[in-house]
C-alpha cells in the first residue's frame, strides 16, 4: 500500500482504506500524516502514531497522581493533557472526522488551561478575577466552533492560528519565566524541555514538509511524527514541572515551607511543596 500523505489544503484526505473506513457513516479526516495506512496491523490506521500518543496520555496521568493535593489548576491542565492523548490515539487509529476532532478539541482547551496556569502564576490571590477565565472560556467555545465546523483549507488555518498563538504565548510566557529563575537545578529543566519541544517542532515540520522524501527512506520512515507526539510530551512535562515548581514558591511564601524538585526512581521530576525550612 502507498504511504499516507498530509493532505491538508484539500476539501477531505485521501480514504483511509481499512477497518475503520466509511464507520458507522462517519466522513474521514481532513488531514493524515507520513505513516501509511494499515501497514502494521489491520485495524489500525496508523500504528506508530497511535502507540506514541500513549505518551501523552501518560504524562496527563504522571501530572494528575503527582499534583492531585495542589491547586485544582494543575488537576485540569494534566487532565486535558489526558484527554488530548486519548483523542490523539483515537485520531490516529481510525483516520476519521469525529476522532480528528477528539484529538484537536482539547489541545485548545489544554493550551487555554496552560495559559490560565501562566498568567496567575505569580500572585497568590487571581490577578485577574473571573474576568480571565471567563474570556478563555468564550474563547474556548468560538474556536471550538469554528475548528469543528469547517473543512479542508478553512479548517487547517482555524485550527492552527487558534492553538499555534496560544502554544506560541505560552512558550514565550515560560521562556521568561526561565530568564528569571535563579536554581541552576531547575534552570537545567527548562533547558532540558525546551531543547526536547524544539527537537518535537522540527520532528513535526520535516514530516510535514518532507513527507515524499522521507516515505521512500531505506530501511523504512522515520516516523517523525511519532517522535512528535514522545518529544513533546517530553518537553511539556518539563516545562509544566518547571512552571509548578515556581508557583509552589509562591504559596510557600505564603503559607510556610519550601518548594523543592524530587526525583521519583532517579528519572522523574516532580513539583513539591515541602513543609519545613530548606
Not at 466509511?22 to 474521514?28: C, D, E, H, K
Not at 490515539?89 to 487555554?112: G, K, N, S, W, Y
Not at 474556548?140 to 487558534?162: D, E, I, M, R, Y
Amino acid at each position: 500500500m502507498a504511504p499516507s500523505r498530509r493532505v491538508p489544503f484539500s476539501l477531505h484526505a485521501p480514504p483511509a482504506e481499512g477497518y475503520w473506513t466509511g464507520f458507522l457513516g462517519a466522513p474521514p479526516s481532513t488531514v493524515e500524516w507520513c505513516e501509511a495506512n494499515y501497514a502494521i496491523c489491520s485495524f489500525i490506521a496508523e500504528f506508530f502514531n497511535t502507540i506514541s500518543s500513549l505518551a501523552i496520555l501518560g504524562v496527563g496521568i504522571i501530572g494528575i497522581l503527582a499534583t492531585r493535593r495542589l491547586e485544582r489548576r494543575f488537576f485540569l491542565a494534566y487532565a486535558t493533557i489526558a484527554l488530548v492523548g486519548l483523542g490523539s490515539i483515537a485520531f490516529h487509529m481510525t483516520l476519521l472526522r469525529p476522532m480528528q476532532a477528539l484529538d484537536e478539541v482539547p489541545m485548545l482547551f489544554a493550551a487555554m488551561v496552560m495559559c490560565y496556569c501562566i498568567l496567575e502564576n505569580d500572585s497568590l490571590r487571581p490577578r485577574y478575577g473571573r474576568k480571565l477565565p471567563l474570556a478563555l472560556t468564550a474563547h474556548a467555545v468560538l474556536v471550538t466552533g469554528l475548528t469543528t465546523l469547517t473543512s479542508g483549507k478553512l479548517q487547517f488555518a482555524l485550527f492552527h492560528l487558534s492553538f499555534g498563538s496560544l502554544e506560541v504565548f505560552s512558550l514565550v510566557a515560560v521562556a521568561l519565566q526561565a530568564r528569571r529563575e535563579t536554581d541552576s537545578s531547575v534552570r537545567r529543566l527548562y533547558a532540558w524541555g525546551f531543547a526536547a519541544y524544539g527537537a518535537a517542532l522540527v520532528c513535526w515540520f520535516c514530516d510535514t514538509a518532507f513527507c515524499d522524501y522521507l516515505s521512500r527512506m531505506r530501511p523504512a520512515n522515520p516516523q517523525l511524527h511519532a517522535w512528535w507526539h514522545v518529544l513533546v510530551s517530553c518537553g511539556l512535562y518539563l516545562l509544566t514541572v518547571c512552571s509548578t515548581h515556581r508557583r509552589m514558591r509562591v504559596l510557600a511564601a505564603a503559607g510556610g515551607g519550601h518548594a523543592a524538585i524530587e526525583w521519583r526512581g532517579g528519572v522523574l521530576p516532580v513539583a513539591r511543596l515541602v513543609k519545613g525550612a530548606k
